[in-house]
C-alpha cells in the first residue's frame, strides 16, 4: 500500500496564493493516479482534481477549473495542488488520494488517502 502526507497549507487573503503538497511512500508510486479532495465544516467531501499516472491526463472539478493545477513527479513521489486567486468558500481541509485503478474524480474509486490539511481562506 501506500502513504500519503499532505502539507502546505495555511491560512491566505482572498486572492491570494497557495501550493498544496503530497508525499508518498510504500509501493511505486508511479503506478497510481492521484486526486485532491476537499471537506468544508459540515459537508461532504468533494472531488477537487485528479492526475493519471503520467500525468497526460487532468480532470478538475468546475469550481476550481482556471484557477488550480494539479502536477506530480513520479522521482519525488509527489503530487501537487496550485491553488491561486483562492475564495473564501475554498477553504476547506484538502486531501491527497490515489487510485490504483483509474484517473476519476469518484471518491469510492480512492483506495489511500491522506490525514488532510487545512487551507482557510479569509475575505
Known amino acids: 500500500q501506500v502513504q500519503l502526507v499532505e502539507s502546505g497549507g495555511g491560512l491566505v487573503q482572498a486572492g491570494g496564493s497557495l501550493r498544496l503538497s503530497c508525499a508518498a511512500s510504500?509501493?511505486?508510486?508511479?503506478?497510481?493516479?492521484m486526486g485532491w479532495f476537499r471537506q468544508a465544516p459540515g459537508e461532504e467531501r468533494e472531488f477537487v482534481a485528479a492526475i493519471s499516472w503520467s500525468a497526460g491526463v487532468t480532470m478538475y472539478a468546475n469550481s476550481v477549473k482556471g484557477r488550480f493545477t494539479i502536477s506530480r513527479d513520479n522521482a519525488k513521489n509527489a503530487v501537487y495542488l496550485q491553488m491561486n486567486s483562492l475564495r473564501p468558500e475554498d477553504t476547506a481541509v484538502y486531501y491527497c488520494?490515489?487510485?490504483?485503478?483509474?484517473?476519476?474524480?469518484?471518491?469510492?474509486?480512492?483506495?489511500?488517502w491522506g490525514q488532510g490539511t487545512q487551507v482557510t481562506v479569509s475575505s
Open positions: 488520494a490515489a487510485s490504483d485503478r483509474m484517473t476519476t474524480l469518484v471518491k469510492g474509486d480512492y483506495d489511500y
Open positions: 510504500g509501493r511505486t508510486f508511479s503506478n497510481y493516479r
